[in-house]
């Protein structure tokens, strides 16, 4: 799945991205928030705890081939799925990394057969509310 726009592919998760989806979204959790347990089981074992569960998840890498972003796709109920761990490191920001990720992420869902994606988010994240 490496669709590739302005130096920017989209891959589906290796185990080669595990550590900087964790980091990515470690990242932006510890400048808003606090990071619950919930967060750390999700990032420490992303296979077991999405992946293995029908999930997905992708990573976006620029030219060098660098992880710069990640989204999840994680399944709740029949056909339904919560876009969740959202990120783009903030060096990248600016750049439409995001919009590449949401983009991606909906056609991934599309073609697994969902009819609902939801995205929890909180007001002071902007960028999230508004994508």
Known sequence: MA????????????????????AL????????????DKDREQLDDAKPRIL?????ILIAEDETGAAIGCVALVP????????AKMAVAESAQGRGVG????DAALALAREMGCRSVYLESNHVLV???TL
């Open 127 to 129: 960028p999230a509310v």
């Open 99 to 102: 919009r590449q990720l949401m």
């Open 52 to 56: 293995d569960k029908g999930g997905a």
């Open 3 to 22: 669709e590739a726009r302005g130096g920017i592919s989209i891959l589906a998760f290796e185990p080669r991205h595990a550590a900087a989806f964790a």
């Open 76 to 83: 709740h109920g029949d056909a339904e799925v919560e876009l």
């Open 25 to 36: 979204n470690i990242a932006w959790l510890e400048r808003f928030f606090a990071i619950e």
